[in-house]
């Protein structure tokens, strides 16, 4: 409890806070005044609190970034405060350059009226495209969210079921992808830990991300592994109002049952070694990309100011920054045994580049001029890569 009007005023400060992050508030007003009571006494302080809720209906054209890495346009329906507790309903429809539409229609609930602490239920269907594997996949499926937060960092406990069609999408495509070809269910149980100190994800100038995935499929259908990754960022400030970011992360998948391409590890891209086209390293079948069981990919990257160009908040140098990297990484289908691990770190693919880096909202868009090592043919020198997320 307050015992101060400092401590007061502080909390205050913080509903005000928690009730903007709820999302449904234009504006929350507080006004601190005397308390009297009957007898005309001063008896503490009185509390009143004035707030103007936004419009619970909201339009909006965007862009996204697919799973595949591919950008697409977006155009989404919110409700807000749906049963005036906060909760969310949105529908969203998102298409890309040939490609089907995709669809998701999502509902989150707040609890206790923390917007980090949330449950949420999704059905969606998304038909992905994925050229250097040879085959596309229409994904239908719902799932149920719980995020948690905790003092530790915060917890995402997750179930999804989805069903997957997926069908060659070319005459060259070899007998390792075609075997994959089908229909396929699976029924997976998640958790995502998360600790993240980082001020912002596009450009953060100190900071560090840590996150820890692990997901179980086997609660029915035909789909059956136990799969782990993580990833780990941190960020230093330097002279110059630069940053040096420094980037790992690694994955390993034990099957339980027959294979699923669909959920193997893939790697190489913008968003990952750059250099190297998307999904283009690890276990190929006549040029085609069949997935891994285990990766890893590191990154260093210096992230500086255009000449001329300090990134104030409202200047241009906000959103642009010039971009050196050097990363590195592999991916391979492997047991677990010491002879396969250290093939796995002795047969690295690396790269080094310069480009400029964009923020574009919550993403950061990159274009790259990249010198792959232990190249292939099809390996890429300049490179645009868009993303939220990026593995290094």
Same mark, same amino acid.
């Given at each position: 409890a307050a015992k101060t009007f400092n401590d007061v005023?502080?909390?205050?400060?913080?509903?005000?806070?928690?009730?903007?992050?709820?999302?449904?508030f234009r504006t929350v007003s507080i006004l601190i005044d005397s308390a009297y009571n009957d007898s005309g006494e001063p008896s503490g302080l009185e509390?009143?609190?004035?707030?103007?809720?936004?419009?619970r209906l909201r339009g909006k054209v965007s862009s996204a970034i697919a799973a595949n890495n591919e950008l697409q346009g977006l155009v989404s329906l919110t409700v807000r405060n749906v049963f005036g507790r906060a909760e969310m309903l949105e529908a969203k429809v998102s298409t890309g350059k040939n490609v089907e539409p995709s669809y998701e229609l999502s509902f989150t609930k707040p609890i206790h009226a923390k917007k980090d602490h949330n449950v949420s239920f999704v059905v969606q269907r998304t038909p992905l495209d994925f050229p250097r594997s040879g085959y596309k996949e229409t994904s239908t499926g719902a799932s149920v969210q719980y995020s948690l937060p905790s003092k530790f960092g915060d917890h995402m406990f997750k179930y999804n079921v989805d069903w997957r069609h997926r069908l060659v999408s070319s005459m060259a495509t070899p007998f390792g992808v075609r075997q994959h070809a089908g229909h396929s269910l699976k029924s997976s149980i998640g958790h995502t830990f998360t600790i993240d100190s980082r001020p912002e994800t596009v450009f953060p100038s100190k900071g560090s991300l840590f996150q820890f995935t692990q997901e179980y499929a086997g609660l029915g259908g035909d789909v059956k592994f136990a799969k782990y990754d993580s990833k780990l960022q941190t960020n230093i400030s330097l002279p110059l109002e630069s940053t040096l970011t420094l980037a790992l992360s690694g994955g390993i998948l034990k099957w339980l049952g027959e294979r699923n391409i669909s959920d193997s590890f893939f790697l190489g891209g913008p968003s990952s070694v750059r250099g190297f086209s998307m999904h283009g390293l690890g276990p190929q079948d006549q040029g085609y990309s069949l997935g891994a069981d285990a990766f890893w990919a590191s990154g260093v990257h210096l992230f500086t100011p255009l000449p001329f160009l300090r990134p104030s908040e409202s200047g241009i140098?906000?959103? %642009?920054? *010039?971009?050196?990297? %050097?990363? *590195?990484g592999n991916c391979d289908s492997l047991t677990l045994d010491r002879r396969q691990f250290s093939n796995i770190f002795a047969q690295l693919r690396w790269s080094y580049g310069a480009g400029l880096a964009l923020r574009l909202g919550p993403a950061r868009v990159e274009l790259n001029y990249c010198v792959p090592k232990s190249a292939q043919p099809a390996d890429i020198h300049f490179q645009v890569g868009f993303g939220l997320h990026y593995s290094c």
């Open positions: 005023f502080r909390d205050c400060l913080a509903v005000k806070h928690q009730l903007y992050e709820l999302g449904i509390i009143n609190m004035t707030v103007e809720e936004t419009k140098g906000h959103y %642009l920054r *010039a971009h050196f990297f %050097l990363t *590195a």
